[in-house]
């Protein structure tokens, strides 16, 4: 269960990169701000959850300190804040190199 935890923020990167390879290749009609878009929305909710999972947790073991949970939140919110643009930037600028050439 913890592992999950830690793996749900670096799931909304992954998608992204994931569905921007599709639409570099044409295999999808999405454009790449609404890959972004969901990506974003998705890494807060992914964070969210996880954040509830890992309070969940430490309620269970009787430890009330809300620290750990805390730091999962910030760490999933930076990570989506700072993963997701670079990813759409990139993506963005392959899409246009594969259009011109």
Sequence with gaps: MAIL???LPLASPAL???LSSLRIRNRINISIGI???LA????FVSTAFGTAMIM???SNKGIHCGVPAGGFFVLG???TVAATP???LIGLHNYRKTRIS
């Design 5 to 7: 935890c830690l793996l």
């Design 16 to 18: 992204q990169i994931y």
């Design 35 to 37: 890959i972004a878009l």
């Design 40 to 43: 974003t929305v998705l890494g």
């Design 56 to 58: 969940q947790m430490l």
């Design 77 to 79: 919110i930076t990570l």
């Design 86 to 88: 670079v990813i759409a």
